[in-house]
């Protein structure tokens, strides 16, 4: 199992694995006792959550420039 780290914060991490060619997305609750959610998606399940936060941000800046 080859799992690399793309992005790690205090609540997202986002992992490659290059064994399955999937992503693991693991979401923390935060705070004293987090609770932890991982999902696994394909590239293209990833592109799709991608493309609907580029517009969420896009309607949140209330414009439509490429991000």
């Known amino acids: 199992m080859a799992w690399t ?4 914060n205090e609540q ?25 959610v991982t999902a696994h ?6 592109q799709a959550v991608i493309d609907a936060l580029r517009k969420a941000v896009a309607a949140v800046r209330k414009d439509d420039s490429p991000l």
Request: glycine share 6%.
């Open 41 to 46: 998606w394909s590239a293209e399940e990833a």
């Open 12 to 36: 997202l991490t986002v992992v490659v694995d290059d064994e399955k060619s999937n992503i693991m997305v693991e979401l923390s609750s935060g705070g004293y006792r987090p609770r932890f």
């Open 5 to 8: 780290t793309i992005f790690e």
